[in-house]
């Protein structure tokens, strides 16, 4: 994963995923707030708050250096962590972690037929998308995380799924 800047809609191999860079102000759902604290220490892309905060000692110091509360960050990055799966919009993101879906290996141990219904309440409350994707895109997104390596990690034995 790479901390260098990059630019909008740049591809970036993200441990066997192709991920778009995006610039943080083009990224449906996240907090205006949270986009300028971040750009205060120089980030300003998805890749680049994944890198640095994929750890959490990094997002320590980042949470220190910005003031920003520490479920809010790793709210935004379980939205980048999501958005390495194939398939996955930012939107599509957003809409996996509000129906309680954190990170790539959280996905992937999920089961399509049961995520459906989650998904479907989440979107019921935060009308996020028209049109729900289906059993089989859900599942393709599944299988596709099972393939991927974990992105954000946890001290002692917290478990990601």
Same mark, same amino acid.
């Given at each position: 994963?790479?901390?260098?800047?990059?630019?909008?809609?740049?591809?970036?191999?993200?441990?066997?995923?192709?991920?778009?860079?995006?610039?943080?102000?083009?990224?449906?759902?996240?907090?205006p707030?949270?986009?300028?604290?971040?750009?205060?220490?120089?980030?300003?892309?998805?890749?680049?708050?994944? +890198? !640095?905060?994929?750890?959490? %000692? #990094?997002?320590?110091?980042?949470?220190?250096?910005?003031?920003? $509360? *520490?479920?809010? /960050? @790793?709210t935004?990055?379980?939205?980048?962590?999501?958005?390495?799966?194939?398939?996955?919009?930012?939107?599509? +993101? !957003?809409?996996?972690?509000? %129906? #309680?879906?954190?990170?790539?290996?959280?996905?992937?141990?999920? $089961? *399509?037929?049961? /995520? @459906?219904?989650?998904?479907?309440?989440?979107?019921?409350?935060?009308?996020?998308?028209?049109?729900?994707?289906s059993?089989?895109?859900?599942?393709?997104?599944?299988?596709?995380?099972?393939?991927?390596?974990?992105?954000?990690?946890?001290?002692?034995?917290?478990?990601?799924?």
């Amino acid at each position: 994963m790479t901390t260098e800047p990059v630019n909008e809609g740049q591809a970036i191999t993200t441990g066997g995923a192709v991920s778009f860079g995006a610039k943080l102000r083009s990224i449906p759902g996240l907090d205006p707030d949270l986009v300028t604290a971040l750009g205060s220490i120089g980030i300003a892309d998805n890749t680049t708050l994944l +890198a !640095r905060g994929a750890q959490p %000692a #990094g997002r320590d110091e980042i949470c220190a250096a910005t003031g920003l $509360n *520490a479920t809010r /960050l @790793l709210t935004a990055l379980y939205m980048m962590d999501l958005e390495r799966v194939d398939g996955v919009s930012w939107t599509n +993101a !957003r809409l996996l972690v509000a %129906a #309680g879906v954190t990170t790539v290996p959280d996905l992937a141990f999920r $089961n *399509a037929a049961d /995520l @459906l219904p989650q998904i479907q309440r989440a979107n019921e409350e935060l009308s996020l998308v028209k049109r729900l994707p289906s059993t089989k895109a859900i599942q393709g997104w599944i299988d596709h995380a099972r393939g991927l390596p974990q992105a954000i990690f946890f001290e002692g034995n917290a478990e990601v799924y």
